[in-house]
């Protein structure tokens, strides 16, 4: 029985703790950084009621000490994304019948255990899982998952208070409801934020969810699942399973209950996923809904009017932040000829005073790339640069060791060819590409940006001319999903820049916004008549 109309107000966005030296919360995450670190967990997967514990078991280890071992967690089979399906279509029902009041209270809650009781731990798990620094594991794992589950919540309301016109004698309301079936999210390890955004966006709707975390962000994702569960989310709303991706989509696609994906991952994956999903239209009971951010190859193009050190520190955030390791990160970039020599002198001074090594130093700022993977094919666009001609040169960094993490230097290389591979193919890593342009040519620069990559995910333009900005704003409309002025391409915030891009960056469903949210409801509009007719005839029928 429903007693009130229950709104819940805009949130603000959470504090950024600083962690400056002496302070409560620096204390603390070095508290929970040790106590992480010298424990080693059993992690099962969750599915319904169960903790499943399979014996096959694969161990947990920081990217920047990979000999150490943080715990193992159990991999699945195919027999469990089965079980995950079933455990949440058994719990769909009450699920969606709860009252909204009540599935909202318990993603708030999560988020303020989030801010208060795990802050630290959330933190450090991010950290030692991930290999992020103090500030982008807050940035992320804190802030911005906080983020999404206060205003996905408030957003949510306010689709709920979107209703049409009645007329005299006439009623009408539409019903928001979930889709028809189940969800399945598909997370990557980078972010601990949209490894808890994916899942918790479409349950929040009403939807049950299978969710597949990625191997090597299983450590922080456990916690998360472990603080929705203390939040009060019922058994199997919410299924989190470790399994190989062939065999859980080989099941998933091919369910007749499967109702949408909600995915972040490699343009490829989810090339394969859509057409996988089109040719089972016959086998589904409704169309699914297909949600997917792949990634970018960010640029930045600095207009000859920039300031330089604005240009050199964008660069610098925008592509070394987290080893570069974003969708959003600064990948591509175009300088004007006229200040070449200056940013140039400056990028190696910068790169060259960023310290490198573990999380649990806190001076550092570079740490280490996800997995040996990663690692390896890194190594080996530096490798092919190093033996390019003139037409390809690094400035600096460059370096690769793996003996104790997988660590690469902060990289930046300059080219003459605009379409060298570095220019156009994401690498996921800590190495940006310099084109130098002819400063009196860039209207020219900007039509080639728009044309070189596949990807439009972000960009940014720098420039003191407010005609260079609003020529590079209309060039590049398409070109970026989310655009940004005399700033990085990268921390779009949750409230303030919905986050999204098109061509091979997929959909634009901007997560953060509800324009995500309304791919998870299925409307139903309702008319009630006062006074049915109750005949058939018109007054036009009629002759006299």
């Known amino acids: 029985m429903q007693y009130g109309d229950f709104y819940f107000p805009l949130p603000t966005n959470e504090p950024v703790f600083q962690y ?36 096959n078991t694969v161990s947990m280890r920081p990217p920047h000490e990979h000999r150490h071992v943080l715990g193992h967690f159990h991999m699945g089979e195919a027999k469990h994304v089965t079980k995950a399906i079933n455990a949440a279509l058994k719990a769909k029902d009450k699920w969606a019948n709860l009252s909204w009041e009540n599935r909202a209270n318990i993603f708030l809650k999560a988020a303020d255990l989030l801010a208060t009781k795990y802050r630290p731990y959330i933190n450090a798990a991010t950290m030692l899982g991930q290999s992020k620094n103090a500030i982008q594991a807050e940035l992320d794992a804190a802030c911005e998952l906080i983020d999404f589950l206060r205003f996905n919540v408030h957003y949510l309301s306010e689709i709920y208070r979107q209703q049409p016109i009645s007329t005299s004698g006439i009623n009408n309301r539409v019903e928001y409801r979930p889709l028809e079936g189940f969800v399945f999210a598909l997370t990557p390890f980078n972010f601990t934020a949209i490894g808890g955004n994916l899942p918790t966006s479409a349950a929040m709707c ?281 700033d990085k391409p990268t921390g779009a915030v949750v409230g303030q820049q919905p986050f999204g891009g098109a061509r091979a960056s997929r959909t634009n469903d901007k997560a953060g916004s509800m324009l995500n949210l309304y791919r998870w409801l299925s409307a139903r509009t309702i008319k009630e008549t006062f006074n049915p007719p109750t005949d058939y005839g018109y007054p036009f029928m009629q002759e006299k």
């Open 20 to 55: 400056a030296p002496g302070s409560k919360e620096k204390a603390a995450l070095k508290q929970a950084l040790k106590e992480l670190k010298n424990q080693k967990i059993d992690v099962p997967m969750y599915i319904g009621s169960e903790e499943v514990r399979t014996g």
């Open 206 to 486: 009403g939807n049950v969810v299978v969710w597949k975390c990625a191997d090597t962000q299983v450590y922080s994702a456990q916690l998360f699942m472990r603080i929705l569960k203390e939040a009060g989310l019922p058994d199997g709303v919410i299924n989190l399973i470790y399994v190989d991706g062939p065999a859980a989509g080989e099941i998933i696609f091919n369910h007749p209950d499967f109702a949408g994906i909600h995915f972040t991952g490699s343009t490829g994956v989810f090339n394969t996923i859509w057409q996988t999903i089109g040719n089972n239209l016959s086998k589904y009971r409704t169309y699914p809904r297909i949600v997917g951010e792949t990634g970018g190859k960010d640029f930045v193009i600095a207009h000859k009017s920039a300031d330089p050190d604005v240009v050199v520190t964008a660069i610098a955030r925008g592509a070394f932040e987290y080893q570069g390791q974003k969708c959003s990160a600064a990948s591509r970039v175009y300088i004007p000829s006229n200040m070449a020599q200056v940013i140039k002198k400056k990028l190696i001074e910068t790169v060259r005073s960023m310290k490198m090594g573990s999380v649990e130093d806190f001076t550092n700022f570079i740490n280490a790339v996800i997995d040996e993977k990663s690692f390896n094919k890194l190594e080996g666009y530096i490798k092919a640069a190093r033996k390019r001609d003139s037409k390809v040169k690094i400035w600096v960094g460059g370096k690769c060791d793996k003996s104790v993490g997988y660590f690469i230097e902060p990289t930046i290389i300059e080219t003459t060819d605009p379409h060298y591979v570095t220019m156009r193919e994401e690498l996921f890593g800590p190495i940006v590409t310099i084109y130098v342009y002819d400063e009196n040519k860039f209207d020219e620069t900007l039509k080639l940006i728009d044309q070189t990559s596949a990807y439009a995910l972000t960009g940014a333009v720098i420039s003191k001319d407010r005609y260079a900005v609003e020529q590079a704003t209309n060039k590049l409309r398409n070109s970026a999903g989310n655009f940004y002025i005399n």
